[in-house]
T-cell receptor, first 112, second 113 residues
Framework: DQQVKQNSPSLSVQEGRISILNCDYTNSMFDYFLWYKKYPAEGPTFLISISSIKDKNEDGRFTVFLNKSAKHLSLHIVPSQPGDSAVYFCAAANQAGTALIFGKGTTLSVSS | EAQVTQNPRYLITVTGKKLTVTCSQNMNHEYMSWYRQDPGLGLRQIYYSMNVEVTDKGDVPEGYKVSRKEKRNFPLILESPSPNQTSLYFC????????????FGQGTRLTVV
């Protein structure tokens, strides 16, 4: 059973607009969440993270929101740029810190 | 430059022929891990290592072996590859545990025929 779900396989946004990527999880014991970005033919690169004791973390154009009661997090990109076009993976770390459980990814396309 | 290096980048092999995919990091990271990425399944953890000589199974360890004799290297061994191991493989390392920023290699595209 999938513990981290990204239900939207793809998202298309115009340059300058907001991109919102969503992620749901089922295991309430997860206590750390991370977003990775992946371009074709490259490995994933770390984007932003959030601890379960917070509900928001911001880094430049990227903000991650965490709603623990709903077991839901979202990544906001404002403003979106064509260079943001990539696959975005949501990941949750188990409490032991031994594993990252990834979602299936959402492909973001930003058109100019 | 801080990096995780995997070799080879591409490999086509035949069923049953043992192979090793190497992974090396130059950041003195303690934690290293292997993932495979398959269409529609995202990234799944194969094995991880918390430190030298400490390794453990991830979600999909069947058919794989690893070793961690030195801190910088974490090879992935397929003793008898099968077609269902055709996949894109990523090695990752991080300073602390899995809940810290991980650096990924560029990936190894493996095809087993």
């Amino acid at each position: 059973d999938q513990q981290v779900k990204q239900n939207s396989p793809s998202l298309s946004v115009q340059e300058g607009r907001i991109s919102i990527l969503n992620c749901d999880y089922t295991n309430s014991m997860f206590d750390y969440f991370l977003w990775y970005k992946k371009y074709p033919a490259e490995g994933p690169t770390f984007l932003i993270s959030i601890s379960s004791i917070k509900d928001k973390n911001e880094d430049g154009r990227f903000t991650v929101f965490l709603n623990k009661s709903a077991k839901h997090l979202s990544l906001h990109i404002v403003p979106s740029q064509p260079g943001d076009s990539a696959v975005y993976f949501c990941a949750a770390a188990n409490q032991a810190g031994t594993a990252l459980i990834f979602g299936k990814g959402t492909t973001l396309s930003v058109s100019s | 430059e801080a990096q995780v290096t995997q070799n080879p980048r591409y490999l086509i092999t035949v069923t049953g022929k043992k192979l090793t995919v190497t992974c090396s990091q130059n950041m003195n990271h303690e934690y290293m891990s292997w993932y495979r990425q398959d269409p529609g399944l995202g990234l799944r953890q194969i094995y991880y290592s918390m430190n030298v000589e400490v390794t453990d199974k991830g979600d999909v360890p069947e058919g794989y072996k690893v070793s961690r004799k030195e801190k910088r290297n974490f090879p992935l061994i397929l003793e008898s590859p099968s077609p269902n191991q055709t996949s894109l493989y990523f090695c990752a390392s991080s300073l602390g545990r899995a809940n810290t920023e991980a650096f990924f290699g560029q990936g190894t595209r493996l095809t087993v025929v």
